[in-house]
């Protein structure tokens, strides 16, 4: 009984083994991540990592002016929602002290090129469709609405979920570089989301004048969400190399 006993163990320590060193291999022969740095008009540097081929700013735009030096009108969460609601011409505010970086309304993104740093361009739907394919989202669910992707979202949070409030369904691990974190959103009756809980992204919708698609992760929802929405809500704004 004890030899049977042995060698049921002896069997399973080899198993454990096996598998232990199969992760070992698959993990040394993923790619490092390239890192970098760009700066924008106004000076402030930004992170950069390489994912997929394309060059990603790892943290939010800060830009409140424009190239011209004008600056981007400034709503703060203190100042009328009715003023913010109101609006048809670019502004931004900033939630927790820009902690996370500024957000812009979606009139903003008709201005690209006046607020991105020289060779870079606001994410477009492309530059999205290419990240979530990368990290091995499902071809069927890239242009489908609302929560996709299960628990992928966990390679773009960051890394054990820095700077997310705590008890939450997402547990990051930055496999990628991306390192979102909570950035908030301002909503089109002006209204703000403080909370540290939630991290929405413009799309660059090329071709629309209206509605702008955008990105959102949810701290207590699996998948990345996506859908359209009006220029009157504020969101953060990750760029890519040209």
Known sequence: MRVTNLK????LFLLLSALLYACKIDDSEKEPLEFGTVT????????????????WMTENLRTTTFKSGIPIPYVSIADSNNFWAAANSPLIT???????????NGYVLDFNQDITPDGWHIATEGD???????????????????????????????????GWPLDIVLFGTNEHGFNAKPSGCRINDGRTNISSNTAFWWVDTEGTS????????????LGIFRQYLGKNYGMSIRCVKN
């Open 8 to 11: 049921k163990c002896l069997g």
């Open 40 to 55: 924008d008009h106004q000076g402030n540097e930004y992170q950069t990592v390489k994912i997929g081929g394309h060059w």
């Open 94 to 104: 900033s939630i927790n002290s820009g902690l996370n970086g500024v957000l812009y």
């Open 128 to 162: 999205w469709e290419a990240l979530e394919s990368h990290i091995g989202m499902n071809p069927d669910a890239i242009n489908s609405y609302g929560f996709r992707g299960g628990d992928l979202v966990n390679e773009l949070v960051s890394q054990y979920s820095e």
């Open 210 to 221: 209206d509605d702008q698609l955008y990105r959102y992760i949810d701290a207590n929802e």
